[in-house]
């Protein structure tokens, strides 16, 4: 009962359909109950030699029976068939809500394959449980109970003789449906590995040709499908000896019927023949009606292993589903009522302690640190000596705890996510490109912008060499993650859509890493000109930006060693001093070997 309830709330929301739906099968339902009883009444009165008109009005009755049977079962269709469609939605839009809304570390814990299996193959599981399986379900205890009902009432030793069987039945149905719910979850799980390495495939197809592994990647590929096949056969194993038993056991109930029934009719034509009085009458017409009702409880019973799959199927895919949406981001915090200011820029770090999600120790240590409103700041250090660690609290793409984090001294935790996100452009190593023209990849971020603003972004990243030597320039479609263009060219992008939303806080995260320093150079001084109180954090390995920014802070094992600008840390000899002679150093041997 308790898996069921997740269901509830999203079939309220159509209430109304789903009992109208509920009514018109009923009605199918009660219709198909009278036909039986319609065609018992004709068969016990044609001994009777009825007339013209008596004859015509049980035909009547079958026709009208047709006629309402038509309607009604368009009915449940409709409005049973109708709702699960648009559960169906309802779960897919709020699952896309729910999954925009959780945080960097859930996605790190996740793979995208099975995040789409989810999303694809067990919704589509739970829209078949909610249309079919809950309207079978209805439907074989409405006529399961009518059925015998009426058995009983035509002759009720018949039918204790026709529903003996019926105890092994149940036996059947529970011994089987733990198992069949087992599989079913395992197959799902299965067929979510295969997605996710599908995806995992393309998305690093080029990968897979650089290192010539295409045949190992399908070897891989075929055993997850035959493991997906075998765990599919053992299902239908399982079905193959559920379902058989089932028929069997309606046939013994139709063998016992026919064997007694047929006696009881024999012996009362016998009775009437020889022109004895009858008191327990079991005529033709009741044989025949009697026979009609077990008939009508064969669906239902070859139903319930048609249900029980899927049930099992639906519901563990809701569970699935389920854990998504049991999964909460960790960016929350006690919101307060903020002025209507807007945000200026100014960055503080009070004694900030991090440390990621299941990792052993922290990465940053006691981080003091204040940049103030419009000035640029360079963050540099070695690999590991948590530079992206602190840009990535300052969008709160990781949570600090506590308040340790002020923006314009307020609390970052305190300031609502949407409000602060839209005040910061994060520009990284990596950047990612939708696969669309190149103006709506700038445009992300401002839908209203207008092509004066588009052009200009476009020449403050010195991407207009680039335009010209593409004959549909901004149009030009850039195909998945930016797949044709070059690490250069999907930077400048990406740096140009981040520059259009026109924030107080731009965060450039080794964003530089793909040009050549002249361009480098270039794109920074147009910055500086353009976005005079925008505050900037540049993260680099390459000290060739330095000398223009206001303030450097060298970092090494999560803490902030050394702090000044160019000329006062050189002074201080310290890890800056030979960082920046080492790599001067470098280049003048490049400029020698060329």
């Known amino acids: 009962m308790k898996r069921i309830k997740a269901f509830i709330p999203y079939l309220l929301v159509y209430r109304w359909e789903i009992s109208i739906g509920i009514i018109a099968l009923l009605a199918t339902d009660l219709i198909s109950l009278a036909i039986p009883w319609i065609l018992k009444n004709f068969i016990d009165l044609l001994p009777q030699k009825p007339s013209g008109s008596e004859l015509a009005w049980y035909a009547g009755l079958l026709f009208l029976a047709a006629i309402g049977q038509g309607v009604s079962r368009f009915g449940w269709r409709k409005y049973l ?48 449980f909610l249309g079919l399986g809950l309207l079978v379900v209805l439907d074989a205890v409405v006529v399961i109970v009518a059925a015998v009902a009426l058995m009983i009432t035509i002759n009720p030793r018949l039918t204790m003789y026709a529903l003996l069987p019926l105890p092994l039945l149940s036996i059947l149905f529970f011994g089987f449906i733990k198992t069949i719910g087992a599989r079913h979850t395992a197959i799902q799980e299965n067929l979510a590995k295969i997605t996710s390495m599908v995806q995992e495939n393309l998305a690093g197809i080029r990968v897979l040709h650089a290192f010539v592994q295409e045949e190992h990647e399908m070897k891989r590929f075929d055993d ?17 000896m559920f379902t058989p038993s089932l028929m069997l056991t309606i046939g013994i109930a139709a063998l016992i019927t026919l064997w007694v029934g047929g006696k009881e009719v024999i012996t009362h034509q016998m009775a009437i023949q020889s022109g004895e009085v009858v008191e327990n009458v079991f005529s033709l017409g009741s044989f025949v009606a009697f026979s009609g009702y077990l008939l009508m409880l064969s669906w239902p019973m070859m139903a319930i292993g048609y249900v029980t799959n899927l049930t099992q199927k639906g519901l563990a895919a809701m569970e699935r589903i389920q854990e998504i949406f049991d999964s909460r981001s960790s960016l929350v915090g006690d919101v307060a009522p903020m002025s209507a ?30 940049i103030e409103a419009g000035s640029t700041v360079a963050l540099i250090g070695m690999i590991g000596s948590g530079k992206s660690s602190i840009a990535q609290l300052i969008p709160r793409v990781f949570n600090a705890e506590g308040s340790s984090i002020f923006i314009d001294g307020q609390p970052i935790n305190k300031i609502p996510l949407d409000r602060l996100r839209s005040h910061i452009a994060f520009v990284d190593q990596e950047p990612f490109l939708f696969s669309t023209s190149i103006r709506n990849n700038i445009a992300v971020g401002r839908s209203d912008a207008t092509d004066e603003e588009i052009d200009a972004m476009v020449r403050c990243v010195h991407l207009t060499p680039d335009l010209e030597r593409w004959p549909q320039g901004l149009e030009t479609v850039v195909g998945e993650r930016g797949v044709s263009l070059s690490g250069g060219q999907k930077q400048r992008i990406a740096l140009a859509r981040a520059l259009i939303r026109n924030p107080k806080i731009l965060i450039l995260d080794d964003a530089f890493s793909s040009l050549d320093i002249e361009t480098e150079a270039i794109i920074l001084s147009n ?27 060298v970092m090494e094992r999560g803490q902030i060693v050394e702090r000044g600008n160019h000329e006062v840390l050189i002074k201080n000899e310290g890890l800056y001093q030979r960082m920046y002679t080492n790599q001067a150093l470098a280049r003048e041997m490049e400029i020698l070997l060329q």
């Open 341 to 370: 200011e807007l945000i200026e820029g100014g960055i503080e770090f009070k004694d900030l302690t991090f440390g990621y999600p299941g990792e052993p120790g922290p990465v940053l240590e006691h981080i003091n640190l204040k």
């Open 224 to 240: 997850l499908n035959r493991e997906h096949i075998a765990k599919n056969m053992g299902l239908a194993k399982l079905f193959g």
């Open 81 to 128: 068939f109708g709702p699960s469609r648009k559960v169906e939605v309802d779960i897919l839009n709020k699952l896309f809500q729910h999954l925009q809304s959780l945080d960097k570390t859930f996605f790190q814990n996740q793979k995208v394959g099975d995040l789409m299996s989810r999303a694809t193959n067990d919704l589509r599981a739970v829209k078949d």
């Open 527 to 553: 910055i500086r000109r353009i976005t005079r109180s925008l505050t900037t954090l540049i993260i680099t390995h390459r000290l060739t930006i330095t000398r223009q920014v206001d303030q450097i802070l």
